[in-house]
């Protein structure tokens, strides 16, 4: 298409030409001046060529978006008049592109999250009303400002440094505390983001109120079951006066006794380590050293079943943490390995670092999880096989406190498991939790 009007111009232009030159030629035949016709002929035309094109150029400078391009004659008129429909073309085009726009503007208004568009560096570029209900955004003095000097909680600072957005982050409203914010970035375009803000206060209270009643519940139960506790422990003491026939059902009664008070523990622990965000005791910790004191306790708890228990630490490697909490989740770790573990099994321990920070992998050649059970091993009481669980003594809840030690000190835990040939617990470290000691 475009030869073809290329052609016709080309065409045009050549026609018109010679038109003049025979024109001119037959005036200088009447006159006997050629040259002198030719030269007049050929400078008038140049003059009327000059003369359309600063038209041409005065009117795109000067023209407005709706104005049309002037009127012309012969060729230069048909020059206008294709302006003059592209401009057209253009005119619609946009106006389509502008109704998009305007729809998906008031589509976004009436949402109740708040949406925010960011550039790569955070700066605000757009947002809907409810942004600035949720965030307390004003318009338009808050445009072009990096969002976290607005949302000033150190906790989206760093999720939005991090670059993984795959889980949402849930922090307080910065125009009210009592209220609660979850943020989900998605990154579009040449590295921007758009921020979506929900306001989940009732599933945050509904979630308080679960944990609050978990943890009263728990505390309650403990000074009767210790009651209980004694009592039995008391009776099993003198057993040569209890008679005989009571004797298995108050050793069975100990037993679950025992068991209810694991999980009571338990479920205090996860309670205490959900109250906070950050351990109070965060302090850098010889890892090498805790987790030879884990594999000793662990090579006792084997006993008769002789799992060959090994370990592999990096001595100048250190973690900033709580020790009890960091004991009590890797203890999880290692005692599962050899409760799940067949006599004489593998048991392999690793503590090393690299750039991306620090990880403790726990595999063992145990019997393996299907795959369709690892994204729900760190729910609370999810079993894989509630008669294992039974058998070996779990709640239910140990890869649950290990899941929120983890997330406590800036950590992550992945699983990794093949059936009948063994199971990796791995856990990641971000660098800043890091610490180098001296070579």
């Known amino acids: 298409m475009r030869s073809i009007v290329n052609q016709d111009w080309r065409g ?50 000067e023209h407005k978006t709706d104005e049309p391009p002037p009127d012309g004659y012969g060729l230069w008129g048909e020059v206008f008049d294709s302006i003059y429909h592209l401009q057209r073309r253009n005119q619609k085009a946009r106006g389509r592109l ?62 939005f440094e991090r670059g993984n957005y795959a889980e949402a982050l849930e922090i307080p409203a910065p125009t009210n505390d009592r209220r609660r914010l979850q943020f989900h970035i998605t990154r579009y375009g040449n590295r921007e983001h758009l921020l979506l803000v929900r306001d989940v206060t009732r599933l945050y209270q509904l979630e308080q109120m679960r944990k609050d009643f978990v943890a009263n519940v728990s505390h309650e139960l403990r000074t009767p079951l210790t009651v209980i506790a004694g009592y039995l422990e008391t009776l099993l003491d003198n057993v040569e006066a209890v008679n005989p026939r009571w004797l298995r059902a108050l050793q069975q009664m100990q037993q679950q006794g025992a068991r209810m008070q694991t999980l009571l523990n338990d479920l205090l622990l996860l309670a205490k380590l959900e109250s906070t965000d950050y351990p109070s005791d965060n302090q850098p910790l010889a890892i090498d050293l805790l987790l ?81 059970h690892l994204p729900r091993l760190t729910e609370r009481f999810y079993r894989v096989d509630s ?24 950590g992550n835990l992945e699983i990794s498991s093949v059936p009948g040939k063994g199971s990796t617990f791995t856990c990641h470290f971000a660098a800043a939790q890091v610490v180098q000691r001296a070579r």
């Not at 502008?98 to 925010?116: C, F, M, W």
């Open 12 to 61: 045009a232009v050549v026609r018109r030409l010679l038109l003049l030159v025979g024109a001119c030629l037959l005036l200088g035949a009447l006159t006997g001046e050629y040259a002198w016709v030719l030269a007049c002929g050929l400078a008038i035309h140049l003059a009327w060529t000059l003369s359309q094109l600063l038209r041409l150029h005065k009117w795109l400078r």
């Open 98 to 159: 502008q109704a998009v726009i305007d729809r998906v503007q008031e589509s976004t208004t009436a949402l109740k999250d708040a949406v925010v568009m960011l550039d790569s560096q955070g700066n605000l570029e757009w947002w809907n009303r409810a942004a600035e209900t949720l965030l307390g955004l004003k318009t338009p003095q808050d445009s072009g400002q990096q969002l976290a000097n607005l949302v000033r909680d150190p906790r989206f600072k760093e999720y």
């Open 292 to 372: 030879l004191s884990i594999k000793n306790d662990a090579q006792a708890l084997s006993g008769d079943q002789q799992h060959r228990i090994s370990l592999e630490a990096d001595p100048h490697l250190k973690l900033k943490g709580s020790e009890a909490e960091l004991r009590s989740a890797f203890s999880n770790l290692v005692f599962n390995a050899v409760k799940y573990t067949p006599a004489g099994g593998d048991i392999r321990i690793r503590w090393w670092g690299d750039e991306q920070g620090a990880h403790l992998a726990v595999s063992d050649t145990g019997m393996g999880i299907e795959t369709r």
């Open 387 to 410: 008669s294992r669980a039974s058998n070996t003594g779990g709640t239910g809840l140990g890869l649950a406190i290990v899941k929120h030690v983890l997330l406590r000190h800036r």
